[in-house]
């Protein structure tokens, strides 16, 4: 079974950085499409940047042009880089393939002051 362990996450003003990591604990890491996911409390969970093998990415609208996703194969990791963050990014953070297919981890909260 997949254990994904999710990281960087924290309290920050708006307008602030944070990084966050995913470490997977699968040698088929690279072959697959992964995705940061985010559940806000009351909300359902959303999918805010997906990267597949090839390296494409895309993002949702909300946050273009703020976050940046990337992976290190070669570690199994995943990568979710904020910026200029808004109290709306405030919600616990997950990834997972892009078809959810992997157990989630217990995510990264982020919360974001105004």
Avoid at 1 to 9: A, F, I, P, R, T
Avoid at 40 to 65: C, H, M, W
Avoid at 82 to 99: F, I, R
Wanted: net charge positive.
């Amino acid at each position: 079974q997949v254990q994904l362990v999710e990281s960087g996450g924290g309290l920050v003003q708006a307008g602030g950085s944070l990084r966050l990591s995913c470490a997977a604990s699968v040698s088929t890491f690279s072959l697959n499409a992964i995705g940061w996911y985010r559940q806000a409390p009351g909300k359902q969970r959303e999918l805010v940047a997906g990267i597949r093998f090839g390296g494409s990415t895309n993002y949702a609208d909300s946050v273009k042009g703020r976050f940046t996703i990337s992976r290190d194969n070669a570690k199994n990791t995943a990568y979710l880089q904020m910026n200029s963050l808004k109290p709306e990014d405030t919600a616990v953070y997950y990834c997972n393939t892009l078809n959810r297919s992997w157990s989630w981890g217990q995510g990264t909260q982020v919360i974001v002051s105004s």
